[in-house]
Nanobody, 123 residues
């Protein structure tokens, strides 16, 4: 079955960098788009970035564009999110998801999702 396992979340000072990873298994990795989304308590799910299956195209939300980069490695079946110049408002649980995330309202809108990894940014 599909498994998505995130790692890399940590405490980081504002202005710093962090790289999240998502190890994927159970599906044809290069055929499916994947996304990063995030959520904080009391707030709705927020789309962060998408990348298509062949990794030819990627998109990020206005709030992170220019600071975050999504990428994927077909050889290791791993999705990445490079987070640079982080801000306190980036504090959230980050989820790796199967499928495009721009229109998603909840994790159940995706084909599958991981358990999340916590990112905390201090000011």
């Amino acid at each position: 079955q599909v498994q998505l396992v995130e790692s890399g979340g940590d405490f980081v000072q504002g202005g710093g960098s962090l790289r999240l990873s998502c190890k994927a298994s159970g599906f044809d990795f290069s055929r499916y788009a994947m996304s990063w989304v995030r959520q904080t308590p009391g707030k709705s799910l927020e789309w962060v970035c998408d990348i298509d299956g062949p990794a030819r195209s990627a998109w990020c939300s206005d709030s992170v564009r220019g600071r975050f980069t999504i990428s994927r490695d077909a050889a290791t079946h791993t999705l990445y999110l490079q987070m640079d110049s982080v801000k306190p408002e980036d504090t959230a649980v980050y989820y790796c998801t199967l499928g495009y995330g721009r229109e998603a309202k909840k994790l159940g809108d995706f084909l599958s999702w991981g358990r999340g990894t916590q990112v905390s940014v201090s000011s």
